[in-house]
């Protein structure tokens, strides 16, 4: 069974950062996509972060380009997502998301992934 668990959200000022961890289970890391997405109140979830299992690509949504990074270390079965000079609008609940399939075509679509975690909440305040 696959199992994904997410940590690291909290209350954060704006321009402050926090970097959140996801830990995978029960399957093969190293051949698994990571991607990272996020659902504001209200909103519907929308992409923030992937990149491929050889790192060759990485895949950001506009909003998160210049201050939102991505990275794993597959000795530990965990993806990272850093993310400086927070701002209010990124008030979301964060979820990482795993998939088997390694190719790009969809990878920034929630329905590319077919494992997802809990969730954890970012909150930023003004």
């Known amino acids: 069974q696959v199992q994904l668990v997410e940590s690291g959200g909290g209350l954060v000022q704006a321009g402050g950062s926090l970097r959140l961890s996801c830990v995978v289970s029960?399957?093969?890391?190293?051949?698994?996509?990571m991607g990272w997405f996020r659902q504001a109140p209200g909103k519907e979830r929308e992409f923030v972060v992937t990149?491929?299992?050889?790192?060759?690509?990485?895949y950001l949504a506009d909003f998160a380009k210049g201050r939102f990074s991505i990275s794993r270390d597959d000795a530990k079965n965990t993806v990272f997502l850093q993310m400086n000079n927070l701002k209010p609008e990124d008030t979301a609940v964060y979820y990482c998301a795993a998939s088997g399939n390694l190719g790009t075509i969809g990878i920034d679509n929630g329905d590319y992934y077919p494992y997802w975690g809990q969730g954890t909440q970012v909150t930023v305040s003004s």
């Open positions: 029960g399957r093969t890391f190293s051949r698994t996509t």
């Open positions: 990149r491929t299992v050889s790192g060759s690509n990485t």
